[in-house]
């Protein structure tokens, strides 16, 4: 079946300007993350979706971030004012159940900030 | 707080060799840990992972060991192929159903014909 599928793969960007990437998940996948990667390090986290319960928005950088989910399905992250400093790969990941089930990772976003 | 951290940051092996890449990590109370390796320009894959209450798991051509003395956690991987050549990345969760990783810096693995 389909994976975790992101869009645009590539996004390039003056400074200032508002952003939104989005991301499928696989069908059926309850749990929906977002991460940050930024260039030559680790992944960094950002949001997570399960089911109908809040998002955990712990790992937001700021409140020019934020996410929304449709029910179990797309989502969307959008940033606002984008900075130089927000250029990153951004991935999605999602997993059938919470936990430690496993994350399965979308191709990522390619976020340039001029 | 918790970090992660790797070793090395680049490794280069000879194809057909085995290859270890290590991770330390700080939380002594970190219950579940994975390994991913990401190709580029594609997202992390999950390799293996490990809970806390082990100290070795294999998979094929992969065994991770977890050494909660030092905190110490490493990827084996045997007969390597060129096809392992990827970044790797260990992540960390501190509660076993938190769902939150924490990854580490990565490793180069380049595998030389």
């Known amino acids: 079946g389909a994976g975790v599928s992101q869009s645009p793969s590539n996004k390039v960007t003056e400074k200032g300007k508002d952003v939104e990437l989005r991301c499928d998940p696989i069908?059926?996948?309850?749990?929906l993350y977002w991460y940050r990667q930024r260039l030559g390090q680790g992944l960094e986290f950002l949001i997570y979706?399960?089911?109908?319960?809040?998002?955990?928005k712990s790992g937001l950088p700021s409140d020019r971030f934020s996410a929304e989910r449709t029910g179990e399905s797309v989502s969307t992250l959008t940033i606002q004012r984008t900075q130089q400093e927000d250029s990153a790969v951004y991935l999605c990941?999602?997993?059938?159940?919470?936990?430690?089930?496993?994350?399965?990772f979308g191709p990522g976003t390619r976020l340039t900030v001029l | 707080g918790e970090s992660v951290g790797l070793h090395l940051p680049t490794l280069s092996v000879q194809e057909g060799d085995n290859s270890i890449i290590n991770c330390a990590y700080s939380n002594s109370a970190s219950d579940y840990f994975i390994w991913y390796k990401q190709e580029s320009g594609k997202g992390p894959q999950f390799i293996i992972d490990i809970r806390s209450n082990m100290d070795k798991r294999q998979g094929q051509r992969v065994t991770v060991l977890l050494n909660k003395t030092v905190k110490h956690l490493s990827l084996q991987i045997a007969a390597t192929q060129p096809g392992d050549s990827a970044v790797y990345f260990c992540?960390?969760?501190?509660?076993?159903?938190?769902?939150?990783?924490?990854f580490g810096t990565g490793t180069r693995l380049t595998i030389i014909p």
């Open positions: 990941a999602s997993s059938l159940l919470e936990g430690t089930d496993t994350q399965y």
């Open positions: 992540a960390e969760m501190p509660n076993f159903g938190n769902e939150k990783l924490t």
């Open positions: 979706f399960q089911g109908n319960s809040a998002p955990d």
């Open positions: 069908s059926g996948h309850t749990a």
